[in-house]
């Protein structure tokens, strides 16, 4: 079986507690998944992808970090390459 694998480098507008950040990553992918038209959030099955965290946060809170997407859908890989690139928003400048 195939999977595609997306690695995301972001840098943060200001200080992110580490119990924040997977909510604050999910919001992210989401909305870069929702902006490309991807309409699976509005049912009630299973996502067709994973997320990682930031990895280990430094006193308790992430600066910056690399989140790993993974599906096995690759048109979903590259709508969300598609939508993050260069994106900014008031938490995060992938």
Do not use: C, W
């Amino acid at each position: 079986m195939k999977y595609y694998e997306l690695g995301i480098k972001v840098d943060l507008k200001s200080k992110l507690h580490f119990q924040k950040a997977p909510e604050a990553i999910s919001k992210l992918i989401s909305t870069a998944l929702i902006k490309q038209g991807y309409t699976q959030h509005n049912k009630p099955i299973p996502k067709q992808y994973v997320l990682s965290n930031f990895g280990k946060a430094e006193d308790g809170f992430f600066n910056e970090g690399n989140i790993i997407f993974r599906s096995f859908d690759e048109e979903l890989v590259k709508k969300v390459f598609d939508s993050l690139f260069l994106y900014e928003d008031y938490i995060f400048k992938v």
